[in-house]
């Protein structure tokens, strides 16, 4: 769900930007954000769903996240016409959310608004530039085809109960202060050893900093080698609503064989954190971690096309696996 819009041809209206886009927004956002999709689920046939606002906290972090790569753009009275939050996690770089309001869609805006993410993530660094959109909607992926990004496939979102184990694995908020950084370090230094020049240092702190899930560490018992790590939220996105599921933004292995005991972890990690599961989000090229996710009980919920700029694309790694959600 990274942009909505519609085509509705009207006359150029007077909208200035990019502009940064500041915590004061978020209110504003909130309201551009459920406007747009709601919509947007109109045109696609679906009149009676109604998009909430997403907890204010999420946008704290998609901020502070996104960092100089949040953008608005204003109306005549300084109203918000437009935003597209970008993120660059080392040469990962990716859009979302990112909308244009209802009345001003089709007038050219939206191609400002996601060129200008584009090039400020090339700039940035990015060799990998892309988004998410809703597969279904053919118009925008038309849309965003126009501007150079090319379908890849689907990512997949597959929620698991929680359960609990006779040992919780260890999570990096709950270390002591020097430990902590010594854990993140080793996170570091795995994720760079299988997809090199990837970096989730920021989303790791960023997360315990703001109190909204935690790092689930996976060890080799014997060794005490980390095997691999897992990035969740158990912050609520939608605002208002209580905990429902533990959502899984960033995972790394050294392998594929590591999918059951991370995921046993994970699930544990749900139950003591008061969710009722975990939700994670499969990229399509990981036919074998999904294979294991269905085999330990997995059910599909939830859809997205993955795009990418034309030569920025994703490369798979040759050995372990690296899911990255590119939404907040």
């Given at each position: 769900?990274?942009?909505?819009?519609?085509?509705?041809?009207?006359?150029?209206?007077?909208?200035?930007?990019?502009?940064?886009?500041?915590?004061?927004?978020?209110?504003?956002?909130?309201?551009?954000?459920?406007?747009?999709?709601?919509?947007?689920?109109?045109?696609?046939?679906?009149?009676?769903?109604?998009v909430p606002f997403l907890n204010p906290a999420i946008w704290r972090y998609a901020l502070a996240d996104s960092g100089e790569g949040a953008f608005v753009w204003r109306g005549p009275r300084g109203e918000i016409a437009a935003f597209n939050v970008a993120h660059r996690s080392g040469i990962e770089g990716w859009m979302g959310p990112l909308a244009v309001r209802p009345d001003l869609q089709g007038a050219g805006i939206g191609k400002d608004v996601v060129?200008?993410?584009?090039?400020?993530?090339?700039?940035?660094?990015?060799?990998?530039?892309?988004?998410?959109?809703?597969?279904?909607?053919?118009?925008?992926?038309?849309?965003?085809?126009?501007?150079?990004?090319?379908?890849?496939?689907?990512?997949?979102?597959?929620?698991?109960?929680?359960?609990?184990?006779?040992?919780?694995?260890?999570?990096?908020?709950?270390?002591?202060?020097?430990?902590?950084?010594?854990?993140?370090?080793?996170?570091?230094?795995?994720?760079?050893?299988?997809?090199?020049?990837?970096?989730?240092?920021?989303?790791?702190?960023?997360?315990?900093?703001?109190?909204?899930?935690?790092?689930?560490?996976?060890?080799?018992?014997?060794?005490?080698?980390?095997?691999?790590?897992?990035?969740?939220?158990?912050?609520?996105?939608?605002?208002?609503?209580?905990?429902?599921?533990?959502?899984?933004?960033?995972?790394?292995?050294?392998?594929?064989?590591?999918?059951?005991?991370?995921?046993?972890?994970?699930?544990?990690?749900?139950?003591?954190?008061?969710?009722?599961?975990?939700?994670?989000?499969?990229?399509?090229?990981?036919?074998?971690?999904?294979?294991?996710?269905?085999?330990?009980?997995?059910?599909?919920?939830?859809?997205?096309?993955?795009?990418?700029?034309?030569?920025?694309?994703?490369?798979?790694?040759?050995?372990?696996?690296?899911?990255?959600?590119?939404?907040?």
């Amino acid at each position: 769900m990274a942009f909505a819009r519609s085509w509705t041809w009207k006359s150029s209206p007077t909208v200035d930007g990019p502009f940064p886009a500041r915590r004061e927004d978020i209110p504003a956002l909130n309201q551009v954000f459920s406007d747009a999709f709601t919509e947007r689920y109109r045109r696609d046939g679906m009149a009676g769903v109604r998009v909430p606002f997403l907890n204010p906290a999420i946008w704290r972090y998609a901020l502070a996240d996104s960092g100089e790569g949040a953008f608005v753009w204003r109306g005549p009275r300084g109203e918000i016409a437009a935003f597209n939050v970008a993120h660059r996690s080392g040469i990962e770089g990716w859009m979302g959310p990112l909308a244009v309001r209802p009345d001003l869609q089709g007038a050219g805006i939206g191609k400002d608004v996601v060129r200008t993410g584009i090039e400020w993530l090339r700039r940035s660094g990015a060799r990998v530039i892309g988004l998410e959109t809703m597969p279904r909607t053919m118009d925008n992926i038309g849309f965003y085809s126009s501007l150079g990004l090319l379908p890849g496939r689907l990512t997949l979102t597959l929620t698991l109960g929680a359960v609990t184990l006779d040992r919780p694995a260890p999570l990096v908020g709950r270390l002591p202060e020097r430990a902590q950084t010594d854990a993140i370090a080793e996170c570091r230094a795995l994720l760079d050893a299988v997809a090199p020049g990837y970096d989730f240092t920021r989303e790791i702190q960023l997360t315990d900093h703001l109190a909204l899930g935690d790092t689930v560490l996976l060890r080799q018992r014997e060794t005490d080698e980390l095997r691999g790590f897992a990035l969740c939220h158990t912050a609520p996105l939608i605002e208002g609503r209580t905990r429902e599921e533990l959502r899984v933004l960033k995972l790394v292995l050294r392998d594929a064989d590591d999918v059951g005991p991370m995921v046993r972890a994970l699930a544990d990690y749900a139950r003591r954190s008061g969710t009722r599961g975990v939700a994670l989000r499969v990229q399509g090229e990981y036919v074998r971690v999904y294979e294991q996710l269905i085999a330990l009980g997995a059910r599909v919920r939830w859809t997205d096309l993955r795009m990418t700029v034309s030569g920025s694309a994703e490369t798979l790694p040759e050995r372990g696996v690296v899911l990255s959600n590119w939404e907040v």
